[in-house]
């Protein structure tokens, strides 16, 4: 029920999380934010995760633990690392338990910002057995969480030259379809910008009714391109 993007464009990073928690009655939703931030100076570093909340909210105390270690890393994967090695001891110490409970042990990551040997912005996916890979700009976008419903606008349209804003604009659109199909993942949604070189992330919560705005236009422009569609290369294919 987790919906979470980042992508990578030549200006920067996009990225958005959902909020919602509970799995259940749709009368009975709970919201959290499943993104988390860490700066100082030259670091520039958020997280958005996917998972076992149990297991994130120990791995995100046990981050901010060490964050002057992290601040002291001068590229991003070596923070990566750091994260990584956390996981690794979170599931040596917790897997048999939660087996135990018919629980797997599930934990995913989006790692994205710039430290201050990066010559530009970086992205990053960490698996549950907290192996990791950086998201190249042949690739310029990574979902964990529910991926299926809106991943095929970005592999459509999703480009390292887009700009920030088409780059925004693809991934609320992306969220959209998945909202459509699959009703547990809901607003509100955080978004992340960050610009290369400028070590500031910017931050933004998108209420319900602004969501629903940008899906009723992206509906009428659906339609319009149909209409467009069904006068012209439509025709030709029952010639």
């Known amino acids: 029920m987790t919906f979470c993007v980042g992508l990578r464009t030549k200006q920067g990073l996009v990225a958005i999380s959902d909020t919602r928690l509970t799995s259940g009655e749709l009368d009975f939703v709970v919201t959290s934010r499943k993104v988390f931030t860490f700066e100082r100076g030259r670091h520039s570093m958020f997280i958005m995760l996917s998972g076992l909340k149990s297991i994130s909210d120990m791995a995100i105390t046990y981050i901010n633990e060490r964050k002057d270690y992290l601040f002291s890393c001068a590229k991003l994967y070596q923070g990566v690392d750091l994260i990584a ?3 690794r001891e979170i599931r040596t110490r917790e897997e048999d338990w939660l087996k135990q409970g018919d629980v797997e042990f599930e934990l995913n990551y989006l790692i ?3 430290f201050p040997e990066d010559d530009t912005a970086q992205l990053f ?15 310029p976008f990574e979902i964990i969480g529910e991926a299926k419903y809106g991943k095929s606008i970005l592999e459509t349209a999703a480009h390292f030259d887009n ?16 909202m459509r199909s699959y009703p547990l993942c809901s607003p509100p ?3 992340i910008i960050y610009k ?4 500031k992330l ?16 992206w509906d009428a422009e659906l339609n319009k391109a149909l209409d467009r569609l069904t006068g012209s290369a439509a025709k030709s294919l029952f010639k």
Request: without cysteine; aromatic residues 6%.
């Open 163 to 178: 700009s920030r804003e088409k780059t925004l604009l693809l991934a609320l659109l992306s969220f959209d379809a998945t």
């Open 189 to 191: 949604v955080d978004v």
């Open 196 to 199: 290369s070189g400028g070590f």
């Open 85 to 87: 090695k956390i996981i």
């Open 125 to 139: 996916r960490i698996y549950p057995e907290a192996s990791w890979k950086r998201i190249s700009r042949d690739s």
């Open 112 to 114: 994205g910002g710039q």
């Open 202 to 217: 910017q931050k933004k919560r998108l209420q319900k009714k602004q969501l629903l705005k940008l899906s009723a236009r």
